[in-house]
């Protein structure tokens, strides 16, 4: 079984995480830029985490034999922010990196104005740049959230076979996919979707343009839980070819779109004694 | 390895052949441009367009974009390519290593030694040097280390090499540079005995660059 997370915070995951995640199947994730928990105070501070997850990132990955790339942003939350919002402007140098295969996440937060200006000023962006836009919908008052994210994705000139509107549950899920979008889902352990829910969805709306993510991070989140979806869709009676659709052939269509994914990442059956990440960055 | 123009033109299809025409003409352009405002006594104007803090010149953002016109495989020569037509001053160099990604960075690194910076590059050797990311280290202890590192660096950098499993290879003229160093000699010594205190393997290319570091030095003759 062959599996594409494509929305993992990587850089809050240890080393034992890249392993699970690979003897689980995992060949291929995307790591959307993203609020750290700790607010930032500058867009030097976005450049080093963009840096982080264009480089060191992306090594740590290979050593696991898993391909990652990114998409890089202003996220909805430090869009409100006028010490962060100067990062929209050195974003067009970040975008045209080989790695970068989205703009995201985007979104929104709370839904104020700086909101809207930041949502869509990276849609331009995306558009600009040919790359498609992975868009968070907010965990507060999300059904109005989305279907306001919707009028602005509509105004933009990004079509909606380019959005992936993510972190969508049964509420949500029959505006987000009558808008032409992609539709992502996030299984957490206790919180958003349960991989059963998820399996109800797919029965409800089938498995086009939907895609399954674990998006661990910091908080209480589970990296396997990609797996954990393809297992419970083979107990309930869908095929493997289900499986390999949801979990792999559509983030490869989506993320596709941006011209820049590279999957040839070799096994890692060549990690050496001196890896420096094996012996803890001696 | 990095391939010549002419190595990459059989390798390459022919979009990626085009792209890279117009790559290196775009850097061939801002050279000749740079050397114009230098020839008017305009020695300080950089070849930043105005603007945006950063905006940067067309073939920059080629050499962002030439792993996927050329293939991941082609991307560490077609920048070195690029950075050598565009006689990269210092300025260029050091932004696109600051603001590269890891295979960014690592094309400047392979390329430091053939554009003509004498030793003011070093800050972005001793930058990789600093990592853990092996792809950025091997890089970086290339011919242009060999030629400017100071002794206590470039010890360190040989021992990094050995600590992260960039094998020793990698580094350039150690066989030259190793020859009859003591301190280099001792730091190896004491590695092994830690990894054999440690129970673990001791390394076999620590065993190389230690044999090169007890050869004596060739008795000077008059030419040296």
Redesign the interface.
Known sequence: MRIFDPHIHMTSRTTDDYQAMYDAGVRALVEPSFWLGQPRTSPASFFDYFDAL???E??RASQYGIAHHCTLALNPKEANDPRCTPVL??L??YL????VVAVGEIGYDSMTPAEDHALAAQLQLAADHGLPALVHTPHRDKLAGLHRTIDVIRESHLPPEHVLLDHLNETTVKAATDSGCWAGFSIYPDTKMDEDRMVTILRNHGTEKILVNSAADWGKSDPLKTRKVADAMLKAGFTEDDVDKVLWRNPVAFYGQS??L?LDTPAPDTL??????L?G?? | MLKSRKELDAELDGAARAWLDGALAEAAHDATAREAARSQADVGAGTTPPG?????PPWE?RY?????HCG?AH?DSVRSLLLIEARAPLPSVTRLYE???????RAVLLTLDRLGLGDRALPLVEDALR?????LVAAAVGPYAAAHLDPHAWRHAVLKC????VPVDAVARLGERARGDAELARMLRDFAAERTAAG??V?ADLRTALALALTTPAAPTEES
């Open positions: 264009l480089g060191w992306p090594f402007d050195a067009p140098r045209v990196k080989d790695s011209g820049r590279q050496h004694e001196g890896n420096s990440i012996r960055g001696e | 945006s803090p950063y905006a940067s953002l962002a974009a030439a792993g996927r991941p991307a603001q590269g990604t890891a295979a960014e960075r990592t853990n990311d092996t792809r050995l600590f992260t499993g673990r393997d390394p």
